[in-house]
C-alpha cells in the first residue's frame, strides 16, 4: 500500500470518520425517493436566513422549485432577531418556521440554547462535503458555505507596488488614520477578523494596529462606497463576495497572503417544521452542483471538493481562498471583551 502524505492521510482519515459516523443516518434510494415525493405534496419550504443576500437566495429558490415543484419562502433578519422570532413560535407552538440558514456561530448557539433544531435525519449529498467541512458538521447543522473576507482597496490612492498584501502590511505607519474597519467590538465581518488573527498573532497584533487609528463603520455597503469614493484607501475585512456590486469602480480586492477570514453558514431544520420533509430535501439541495456554484460566482467559499472544474478562474479562486486560522466558536464573548479592551 502506498503512503500517503501526512494531509491526505489526514482527510482520508476525516472522510472515513464522516462516513461511519453518519452511515447509520443516511436513507437509501428508496427511502428517499419517498421523502422527495412527500416533500412534493407539502409544497412548501419557509427558510429563516440570517444572511441578507437577495442574490444568491434567489438564485437557489428558483433552481429548487424548478427542479422539484416546491416553493421557497425566505424571511432574513439579523442572528438576533431570527433567534427570538423562533424562541416566540416554538413557545407559543406557532410554528412556521422549516429551515435554518445561518452562520454556525448562531446555529450552534441556536441550538445549545433553545433547543429549537432536530436532527436531519441524513442527507445523501452529504458525502460530497470537503473532509475539514464533513469535520464541522454533525447530526443536525451542517455547513454550506462560507463568507470569505480580504481587503478593499482604491486604486487612485493606493499604487500596485504600495498595496497591502497581508494582514501585517496593515501596520505600516503610512496607512495611519487611512484605514476604514468593519466594528470588531460587534457582530460581524470585524468580529471574526479580530477572533481570527488574534488568534493567529496575538494581542501585539492588535495593539499595533489599534495605533494605527482605525475608523470603525457597521454598514458594509456604505464602507465600500466610502472606499471607492477616495474617502479613505483601505477598508477590512471587505466580504469578497460584494466585490461583483463595486467591480466597475476604482477599486480591488487582495486576498491576504497569509490566509483570509471566513465566517461559515450551515443548515439545519427547525423543531416541529411544518413542512419537515420538504426541509430535508431543500437541505440536501445546499451539496448540489448547482447550490455551490451560486455561491462561489458570487465569491463565496464552498463546501464540495469536485465542482472547482466546473467554475471559471476567478470564482474558482474565491470559493478555494486559504483560511488563516481554523474556525472557533468558543470564546466568542471572550474575543468581544478583548476587542473592546484593546479598541477603546
Sequence with gaps: ??????????GAALSFLFAASFAHAMPDAA?????????????????YSGYVSPNTHKAIGDAFE?????KVEYFMARGGELRERVRIEQSTNRFLADVSHNALTQTSGENRIENSLVPHGGLPDMKR???????????????????????????????PGDEPKGWRDLLDPKWKDKILSDDPRASGGGRVMFHMTYDKWGAEFHEKLAAQNLVFVRDYNEATRRVARGEYPIYIP????????????????????EGATY??????????????NAARVFANFYFSDTAQAVYANDGHGI????????????????????????EDFTRIQVMFDRAKAIYK
Excluded: Q
Excluded at 500500500?1 to 489526514?10: V, Y
Excluded at 464533513?134 to 499604487?159: C, H, Q, S, W
Excluded at 470564482?315 to 486559504?322: G, P, R, S
Design 129 to 159: 462535503l470537503k473532509p475539514d467541512f464533513a469535520a464541522r458538521a454533525d447530526d443536525t447543522v451542517v455547513p454550506i458555505f462560507t463568507i470569505n473576507y480580504g481587503f478593499l482597496v482604491n486604486t487612485n490612492l493606493v499604487k
Design 66 to 70: 424548478k427542479e422539484y415543484g416546491i
Design 238 to 257: 471587505l466580504i469578497l463576495g460584494d466585490y461583483a456590486k463595486i467591480k466597475p469602480l476604482p477599486v480591488k480586492y487582495v486576498i491576504p497572503e
Design 31 to 47: 427511502e428517499w425517493a419517498k421523502i422527495v415525493e412527500a416533500a412534493k405534496k407539502e409544497g412548501k419550504v419557509v427558510v
Design 1 to 10: 500500500m502506498p503512503i500517503l502524505p501526512h494531509a491526505l492521510r489526514i
Design 303 to 326: 463546501v464540495i471538493s469536485d465542482l472547482e472544474e466546473k467554475l471559471n478562474p476567478e470564482a474558482a479562486a474565491l470559493a478555494n481562498v486559504k483560511p488563516l486560522v481554523p
Design 263 to 276: 465566517g461559515s453558514y450551515g443548515v439545519a431544520i427547525f423543531r416541529n417544521a411544518p413542512h419537515p
